[in-house]
């Protein structure tokens, strides 16, 4: 067995928590790891770590190579596919199914589950055991797993079952997102799932499905992999649903109770984390949620029926039952060029992160943390001085012609124009405060020398 977690996505509808450089599958929301490292952590229930694949852009490649490599450290960057293009599910599974075959050579009828990287399971026994039995039963079908609905949603999409078969069903139809009258009616009708975006099947009948109901994307499957990748962002932005599995009469679905929740807005979230929150002070204010990603203080008086989501540069507010139209705000966000489309004051880079402590027009302070074993770029600033004070760790400097390494509670002072690089040569991470000063404080105001990591 084998699997593919797919992680491009961006998730809107959790801003201000989840932004473009850093987006909601990489957010540590309900304990201490990210939904990442729990989708991956459940998928080593059922398959060895060595067989667990990624797939995302060129931007997240080291968000998912670092936060996996926390928790597994055998894990191996080969397992982090990156997409020659952003385009939707069905060419993502398509350059994977590709890797699959001819890199690392699986064999073409043993099944492979892909599945998102961002959801909620409530019970990791009933999924390992619902996954498992899909993988060993799929056959030569297109499987997915729907989930037994559990109220009326109408931010979902369903899947509409037919003739039960051994221990999956025929899928008759898939259905948009329903209105509530219609989403009430497929509840009480018993006949219909939510589709949860799991999907299971072997490279052999992938490639069937695709010559049959996708021959834009098949043609190009069939070239040789360096004309396939070259060649791949021709291909049309779809879903693996509209591509294939709602077109095929080969499609499967297996039923899947475990708890699930894709969340896919605060509102969803609220039904997974309990309401009580020991830093909000509510006076005669009713069905509030509050989360504040800086555990700040607070206080609501005389209100109802709101989401307060709080990081350190901005606030989000809105009526309960109206998540879905966060991604209103984002586009606000990006048609006016705002900053705050992109990443937090918490800035995640390939070596680790800084957050912005301070930021004035003539100083700023940052808290920079490097992971084992990684570093700065080689580098120099034309218009500012940096003092670094090490406040955890041991930590590697290059000083201009100097090479130190400095213990907690000491320092070193970087004048303009001189050459530096700061490493963590250690085995657990290195902290240090950054205090810059100058005319001109921009992250554009560097030159590289050296990159581990490839950037300019």
Known sequence: MHSVILCGGSGTRLWPLSRKNFPKQFLNLYNDNSLLQETFLRLREIMPAENIYFITNNDNFFNVFNQIKEIEKSFKASQVLIEPASLNTAPAMTYAIKHLAEKAKVDLDEPIIFLPSDHYIGDKEAFAKTVAGAMANVGPHIGTIGIVPSKPETGYGYIRKGERENNYFKVLEFREKPDRAVAEEY????????????????????????????????????????????????????????????????????????????????????????????????????????????????????????????????????????GEEVKKIVDHLKENNLKEIEHNLVVHRPWGKYEVLIDSPLHKVKKITVYPG???????????????????????????????????????????????????????????????????????????????????
């Open 187 to 322: 509840l009480r009708s018993g006949q219909y799932l939510w589709n949860s975006g799991m999907y299971i099947f072997t490279i052999r009948a992938f490639v069937k499905e695709l010559r049959l109901h996708a021959p834009e994307i098949y043609s190009l499957l069939t070239k040789d992999f360096e004309n396939f990748t070259r060649q791949f962002h021709t291909l049309p932005s779809i879903s693996i649903d509209y591509a294939i599995s709602e077109k095929s009469n080969n499609t499967i679905v297996f039923e899947g109770d475990f708890g699930w929740n894709d969340i896919g807005s605060f509102d969803s979230l609220t039904e997974i984390l309990d309401n009580h929150n020991p830093r909000h002070i509510s006076i005669d204010s009713k069905n509030v949620f509050v989360h504040s990603a800086n555990n700040r203080l607070v206080a609501t008086l005389g209100v109802e029926d709101l989401n307060v989501i709080e990081t350190n540069d901005s606030i989000l507010v809105y009526k309960r039952g109206r």
């Open 374 to 456: 990684a570093q700065l770029s080689l580098q120099k600033h034309f218009h500012r001085v940096e003092h670094w004070v090490v406040i955890k760790g041991m930590a590697k400097v290059t000083n201009g012609d100097k090479e130190i390494f400095l213990k907690e509670n000491e320092s070193t002072f970087i004048p303009a124009m001189t050459v530096h690089r700061l490493e963590n040569p250690g085995k657990i991470n290195v902290e240090i405060i950054e205090v810059q000063t100058g005319h001109y404080l921009e992250e554009d105001d560097i030159i590289r020398f050296e990159d581990a990591y490839n950037r300019k």
